[in-house]
Antibody, heavy 119, light 108 residues
Framework: EVQLVQSGAEVKKPGESLKISCKAS????????IGWVRQMPGKGLEWMGT????????RYSPSFQGQVTISVDKSISTAYLQWSSLKASDTATYYC????????????WGQGTLVTVSS | SYELTQPPSVSVSPGQTARITCSGD??????AYWYQQKPGQAPMVVIK???ERPSGISERFSGSSSGTTATLTISGVQAEDEADYYC???????????FGGGTKLTVL
């Protein structure tokens, strides 16, 4: 069974750094794309970027390029999303999701990580 | 930047057919995917590659695409279908993925 288990909710102050995680199991981690999706409170889904773990080929949405960093640790089948300096506007739920191939959707999703940034 | 446009809301009575559209200039070149999201839950794919229904998804869900518009059709709508629905596709070079703004389906 494919599972994507995300790290727990975070409460941070503006300017702080943060790295959240997404641990995958039940499939070959290296050869499936992992994406991150933002959902601000009461709003829609926004694709942030996607990484191919085998070679760390990473694509960012123009809206998020330079604002976040997506990475993986293949040895522990885990993907990461990190910020160097959080803003209040980063308050949202963040989902990781798996994409098997270039013509496939996000077939499997994590449970989401709520990040709250407040002074 | 590339955008996919959906109606903000669709309302239907139980048993009727709901149609949710998604418009985008690159839809003739790239597949549309559809996700259902219920409150407090992660999204779930209900249609892939324009019209394929994943295993476990009710036959009441179907998809089609013609020109610059993809359509999700839900036949015989039930109360349990009330949710937000999002389309997703790719930009011209298949470099960036984009979600539509989402459509709230209300079952009257």
């Amino acid at each position: 069974e494919v599972q994507l288990v995300q790290s727990g909710a975070e409460v941070k102050k503006p300017g702080e750094s943060l790295k959240i995680s997404c641990k995958a199991s039940g499939y070959w981690f290296s050869t499936n794309w992992i994406g991150w999706v933002r959902q601000m409170p009461g709003k829609g889904l926004e694709w942030m970027g996607t990484i191919y773990p085998d070679d760390s080929d990473t694509r960012y949405s123009p809206s998020f390029q330079g604002q976040v960093t997506i990475s993986v640790d293949k040895s522990i089948s885990t993907a990461y999303l990190q910020w160097s300096s959080l803003k209040a506007s980063d308050t949202a739920t963040y989902y990781c999701a798996r994409r098997i191939g270039p013509a496939d959707p996000f077939d499997d999703w994590g449970q989401g990580t709520l990040v709250t940034v407040s002074s | 930047s590339y955008e996919l446009t959906q109606p903000p809301s669709v309302s239907v009575s139980p048993g009727q057919t709901a149609r949710i559209t998604c418009s985008g200039d690159e839809l003739p070149r790239h597949y549309a995917y559809w996700y259902q999201q219920k409150p407090g839950q992660a999204p779930m794919v209900v249609i892939k590659k324009d019209s394929e229904r994943p295993s476990g998804i009710s036959e009441r869900f179907s998809g089609s695409s013609s020109g610059t518009t993809a359509t999700l059709t839900i036949s015989g709508v039930q109360a349990e279908d009330e949710a937000d629905y999002y389309c997703q596709s790719a930009d011209r070079l298949d470099t960036y993925w984009v979600f539509g703004g989402g459509t709230k389906l209300t079952v009257l």
